[in-house]
């Protein structure tokens, strides 16, 4: 499955570069944690940590790798991944928008799942 | 580092206990997924899915090993998994009680950092 060792590499790619310190997007009380489980194929980027007595705690990205397609469960960003995705080679048709309700997914030209 | 070997065996054993099907707290739409990134030590069990038209996507449990230290950085249950840590052999002084602010840790049993 040359296609998947492919999406494996491009989905950590990006989130690393997302994640890279030029950035700055948040406080230096807040990590942002890289979570590769390349076994389960779950990628995640995390925020944890602190701004001053503020608790910083959420996903900033995840995506997921089912069926032999990239499934995106969560963006909290305005950074648009997708077309990342796709401008590095990924159909359309292998992409998954898993917060969209199917009825939805199914007018555009992503997958249903 | 047998004792970081231990730690991760141990939290690992213990998200997927309490990932379980037995457990059924969520919807047949929504699933549990473990997420275990034993390079960068994090480790999260995460609830992804739908319930009829309601999408699912929160963290159940997230702990990481740094610094030698088991830290909890979030817990959405009532499930005391340190106290299941502690039972296990864990010291309280290598558990960091992530979302809880430096002052209250000062005053618990359990590690400042």
């Known amino acids: ?6 999406y494996r590499a491009l989905i ?10 030029e950035q700055q997007i948040f406080e230096s009380g807040t ?3 890289l979570i590769f489980d390349t076994v389960r194929d779950h990628y995640q ?3 944890v940590g602190w701004e001053r007595d503020r608790r ?10 089912k069926g032999n ?3 995106l469960q969560e963006n ?10 796709v401008s590095k080679g990924v159909s359309p048709s292998d992409i998954v928008i898993g917060f969209h309700p199917k009825e939805v997914r199914a007018l555009t030209e992503f997958a249903v799942a």
């Open 1 to 6: 499955m040359d296609k998947l060792v492919k």
């Open 12 to 21: 950590q790619e990006l989130l690393a570069a997302y994640a890279s310190p």
């Open 31 to 33: 990590e942002e944690q």
């Open 45 to 47: 980027l995390l925020a």
């Open 56 to 65: 910083v705690f959420f996903c900033v990205l995840h995506l997921d790798i």
């Open 69 to 71: 397609k990239i499934w």
């Open 76 to 85: 909290s960003t305005d950074y648009d991944i997708v077309a990342d995705l």
